[in-house]
């Protein structure tokens, strides 16, 4: 009887009110293009956040696991699809740079969410996401914290050893896997390029971009440290 009752009431006042179920959500870039993400509530509030950038002809999805880890451990996330992926409106055309804007229009918006604690906004991104983050940092200060997954010195003319560069001295995390020969020479050379704030980490045998995730479980550890350390 008793267990019954406590079964019924469990039923009546629903789930715990830390745990919110993932929302659907859209927004606008300067250029007029409707993004299309996810959002993972923290499990306490206000929290930091991180946006986190798929890879090319991707989607969210590839983060959806590590996104669910992260609002557990009391940190917001917003996961999106660049325009012509996914559920975005746009083309991806020829001119990769213009998806900068789909990064900056989604550190925006988690930035403008109430259950975000102001100035504690970091991005992750992977192959091509990790050099899109990595340029809207550059000129971004409300960007707080970085980790980029198997950058490129130069994705598609994508640049980004200036970008680092200027990003200066604010925490950022390069990963590459030892089997991965360009993101893990990116990730050298990156790093001397950087700032006191720059950590590398070469993995084992992981595979590439948010593959590592799968590849390495331990990596999805490291990222929610990085991101508590640099973003509490």
Sequence with gaps: MRSAALLTLILLLGPP?????????TFRTDDGITLTGTWYEASSRPAPAVVLVHMFQRSRRDWD???????????????????????????IGQDLARMVSDVRAARRFAADRAEVRPGKIGVAGAS?????????????????????????????????????RKYGARPLLLVASDDDPYA???????????GRGHEPLILSHAGHGTMMLLESPGLADSLVDWFRRTLQ
Excluded: M
């Excluded at 557990?72 to 083309?91: C, K, T």
């Excluded at 809207?136 to 960007?143: I, K, L, N, Q, Y």
């Design 128 to 164: 091509l996401g990790a050099n899109l983050a990595a340029l809207e940092a550059a000129d971004d200060a409300g960007v707080a914290s970085v980790a980029l997954l198997s950058p490129s010195l130069d994705y598609r003319g994508l640049r980004i050893e200036a970008a680092v």
């Design 184 to 194: 893990s020479r990116s990730v050298r050379d990156l790093e001397k390029a950087g």
């Design 65 to 91: 696991s590590f996104a669910a880890r992260l609002a557990s451990e009391g940190i917001g996330a917003l996961a999106f699809d660049l325009r012509g992926h996914g559920e975005s409106q746009g083309a």
């Design 17 to 25: 009110a830390s745990v919110v179920a993932p929302q659907r959500v």
